[in-house]
């Protein structure tokens, strides 16, 4: 099984500044890897698949990068609307598909 | 639109089994997508329970396979889990997810609102 594994585990950002969220996998999942976002008492949202490509509706202000064994995820400009919990998930080998423990990216 | 609607117990003892529905609306069923429950115990993480596809072939994650089972009903554009023997560590946020299907591409990209399932007596 593959393990997500995902830094800071919280991570306070002021509205306005770049948020960089990482994510690495115990082996390569080559570009497999998409980041979903999470608010309190909602589903995931699907931001990114194929590691750096945005979901239908995602604003350009979130892009991913890596592949292999390390992802990061920015938000280029932290909206009010962005604070929220982000997870990574891999597809690459499965099953199972697994997800990392999560970001949190709140106000500071 | 795709849409999807969980529905199913919001309290189940322990020992018994926990049985959820996934209406899905907006979009056939019968397609080239697969469907998926993923849970999220109260305070955690994201945990994927398996995955159907319409012609009714199953994935499930090892670590829960001896107890779940999912189906499908194209007739009703729905798709169902169950979880046998289930303990307090069962309690969780029940999604269930359209996944997708193309190339190597296996995401999550419409999932229903979830529904809190408890297990106690």
């Not at chain 2, 529905?7 to 189940?12: I, R, T, Y």
């Amino acid at each position: 099984e593959i393990v997500m594994t995902q830094s800071p585990a919280t991570l306070s950002v002021s509205p306005g500044e770049r948020a960089t969220l990482s994510c690495r996998a115990s082996q390569s999942v080559s570009s497999n890897l998409a980041w979903y976002q999470q608010k309190p008492g909602q589903a995931p949202r699907l931001l990114i698949y194929g590691a750096s490509t945005r979901a239908t509706g995602i604003p350009a202000r979130f892009s991913g990068s890596g592949s292999g064994t390390e992802f990061t995820l920015t938000i280029s400009s932290l909206q009010s609307e962005d604070f929220a919990v982000y997870y990574c998930q891999q597809y690459n080998d499965w099953p199972p598909f697994t997800f990392g423990p999560g970001t949190k990216v709140d106000i500071k | 639109q795709v849409q999807l609607q969980e529905s199913g117990p919001g309290l189940v003892k322990p020992s018994e089994t926990l049985s959820l529905t996934c209406a899905v609306s907006g979009y056939s069923i019968s397609s080239v997508y697969y469907w998926g429950w993923i849970r999220q115990p109260p305070g955690k993480g994201l945990e994927w329970i398996g995955s159907i596809y319409h012609s009714g072939s199953t994935y499930y994650n090892p670590s829960l396979k001896s107890r779940v089972t999912i189906s499908v009903d194209t007739s009703k554009n729905q798709f169902s889990l169950k979880l046998s023997s289930v303990t307090a560590a069962d309690t969780a946020v029940y999604y269930c997810a359209r996944q997708q299907k193309w190339l190597q591409h296996y995401y999550f990209d419409y999932w229903g609102q979830g529904t809190l399932v408890t297990v106690s007596s």
